[in-house]
């Protein structure tokens, strides 16, 4: 016997193995789903559902959960919490012995649905925060010439990366129509010939400027900072980015993209472009990937983020000789870090095949 995993007061009805061979899922009779850590031989976590699985399976990627339960039709999905959390460490896991109770969800909607929704939403948040209370103090120190991984959701950067793919999938079939009808809310004038005549707009009293101007110097003057700009800017002054990769951390791909995409310089406007904030908040958000690269925090997040961010703002860049100046500065930052990972993979690589090809 190598492992023995005990949990289950009734008859096992199916088990499932991960992808990858870590994990084991069990059902049981007893109404229990766990799922079994097989190379520290302990329970990861474990709940507990009014009607018995009888069958269930795991998809390759560990995201999905299929399952089927005794006298019911209906094939049950489950998410895992893990693929779409930022908690990957191990004691963020279940000591073992909690068993969260959930209810399956009903076909046919009811009065009661919500209260039955709310209670269950209660019982796994008060199940999570059993789980953070017995976590263990997390190591934060870096190991030196290695680079440290963000810990988010594979999907959450990912998206960030494909993003125009999503974009182009989710875009409407049919596009909008135009009114078949004039708003009724258009200013107009009477007139004798029955024709609809709308009012002009009317200048304001001693404003002699030109129409260009104005607009040019009201969006150069009345942008308001958004907290994306803030941050960046004071995390600049500081010389620490901590804050502003947490930021950026939380918000969604599109949400990102939408916050780069406001720094976009669309016109040819040259004049005193240095002193634009759309100008300077590029000029930081290069100095921000040359400090986390050189870094190594947060690796792969800042590879994809610098990637959508060169995308939107590399023709800019290419305009300008001060940001040709950073953005050398770097792809040297770039290639540097990369030569040091490569010669550790290489590495990596040759140990593994000599071990591999010995003979015992």
Not at 130 to 155: G, M, R, W, Y
Not at 173 to 181: D, G, L, Q, T, V
Not at 343 to 353: D, G, I, N, P
Request: hydrophobic share 40%; proline share 5%.
């Amino acid at each position: 016997m190598v492992r023995k995993f005990e949990g289950h007061t009734d008859r096992i009805t199916d088990l499932c193995f991960s992808e990858d061979g870590k994990w084991l899922l069990s059902s049981s009779m007893d109404g229990t789903l766990r799922i079994w850590d097989v190379i520290l031989a302990r329970q990861i976590d474990a709940v507990h559902v009014e009607v018995s699985v009888t069958a269930l399976s795991l998809s390759p990627n560990m995201d999905v959960l299929a399952t089927t339960h005794v006298d019911q039709n209906g094939v049950y999905l489950w998410v895992n919490q893990s693929m779409f959390s930022g908690a990957s460490r191990i004691d963020a896991y279940a000591s073992g012995k909690e068993v969260v109770n959930i209810k399956l969800p009903s076909l046919i909607a009811v009065e009661g649905s919500n209260a039955e929704n709310e209670d269950t939403d209660k019982s796994i948040v008060k199940h999570s925060v059993s789980k953070e209370a017995s976590t263990f103090p997390a190591f934060s120190q870096q190991i030196p010439d290695l680079v440290t991984l963000s810990l988010l959701p594979k999907s959450q950067w990912q998206s960030l990366i494909n993003l125009d793919i999503i974009k182009v999938r989710n875009k409407p079939i049919e596009p909008p129509k135009k009114p078949e009808k004039t708003p009724f809310f258009l200013p107009s004038i009477p007139s004798l010939s029955g024709e609809i005549l709308f009012k002009p707009s009317e200048p304001v009293d001693g404003d002699d400027s030109k129409p260009d101007e104005t607009e040019s110097h009201r969006r150069k003057l009345d942008i308001p900072p958004t907290q994306f700009f803030e941050l960046l800017q004071s995390s600049s002054e500081m010389k620490n980015f901590s804050a502003f990769t947490e930021y950026i951390k939380g918000l969604s791909p599109s949400n990102l993209d939408m916050e780069l995409r406001m720094f976009q310089i669309i016109d040819d406007y040259q004049e005193e472009l240095e002193t634009r904030p759309e100008f300077i908040s590029i000029e930081l958000l290069l100095d921000y990937f040359i400090h986390e690269i050189s870094s190594r925090n947060n690796f792969e997040f800042v590879q994809a983020v610098m990637r959508l961010f060169l995308k939107i703002h590399g023709e800019t860049i290419r305009c300008n000789l001060k940001l040709q100046d950073k953005a050398r500065k770097l792809l040297e930052t770039q290639c540097s870090v990369w030569q040091g990972v490569d010669k550790l993979f290489q590495s990596a690589r040759c140990m593994v095949t000599f071990l591999s090809n010995s003979q015992y």
